[in-house]
């Protein structure tokens, strides 16, 4: 059936590297994306989000990229801080508007 | 501007018992959504609301689980009675419109023992 997916459950770096997290979606129908962030105890908040419209769209230090031929969506955070640590969820918004979420990968960075 | 609040934020109850939760939405917000992630595992959609209107309530898991939006305002959700594997973290989101960024709670965590 239709599912969002996340390649890797749990992505560990370096304070300063570039982090790359990745997502698999199946509903061709979906026009709308978003990155989550959800730190301990608290909700998912907003990162940024894409429409299938865009390849690319940038924000302060993540980059959001679609590609529609393969169905894959990617985060990318440039200079990874500690306060980074969090899971990330994606997002899509299918034609039902009920934004449908992947399982989440966690985030460690190490000082 | 208040963002999505829950209540409580978390509760720990009784295999048996009932509970309610409580989301009050972004003021203005039409659409409401219900979420749960159990332990390690996605976020799963419950319900959605469109001002007191359910639109779809295609993720509620059983007949245990009431969702109610008074006046198209604030929603609760009820787990009645609550079963152990009902324990997860429970999210609120709300949206403007359909199609558009939905704001989310900080949850709440309920424990079934």
């Known amino acids: 059936g239709e599912s969002v997916g996340l390649h890797l459950p749990t992505l560990s770096v370096q304070e300063g590297d570039n982090s790359i997290i990745n997502c698999a979606y199946s509903?061709?129908?979906?026009?709308?994306f978003i990155w989550y962030k959800q730190e301990s105890g608290k909700g998912p908040q907003f990162i940024i989000d894409?429409?299938?419209?865009?390849d690319k769209r940038q924000g302060q230090r993540v980059t959001v990229l679609l590609n529609k031929t393969v169905k894959h969506l990617s985060l990318q955070i440039a200079a990874t801080q500690p306060g980074d640590s969090a899971v990330y969820f994606c997002?899509?918004?299918?034609?039902?508007?009920?934004?449908?979420f992947g399982r989440g990968t966690s985030l460690i960075v190490h000082p | 501007e208040a963002g999505v609040t829950q209540f409580p934020s978390h509760s720990v109850i009784e295999k048996g018992q009932t509970v309610t939760l409580r989301c009050d939405p972004i003021s203005g917000h039409d659409n409401l959504y219900w979420y749960r992630r159990v332990m390690g595992k996605e976020i799963k959609f419950l319900l959605h609301?469109?001002?007191?209107?359910?639109?779809?309530e295609s993720g509620m898991p059983n007949n245990r689980f009431l969702a109610e939006r008074t006046g198209g305002t604030y929603s609760t959700l009820k787990v009645q009675p609550a079963e152990l594997e009902d324990s997860g973290v429970y999210f609120c989101?709300?949206?403007?419109?359909?199609?558009?960024?939905?704001?989310f709670g900080q949850g709440t965590r309920l424990t079934v023992v």
């Open positions: 509903n061709s129908a979906s026009d709308y």
């Open positions: 609301f469109v001002k007191e209107s359910k639109q779809d």
């Open positions: 894409i429409r299938s419209n865009m």
């Open positions: 989101a709300s949206s403007q419109m359909m199609n558009t960024e939905a704001f």
């Open positions: 997002a899509e918004i299918p034609a039902s508007y009920i934004p449908t």
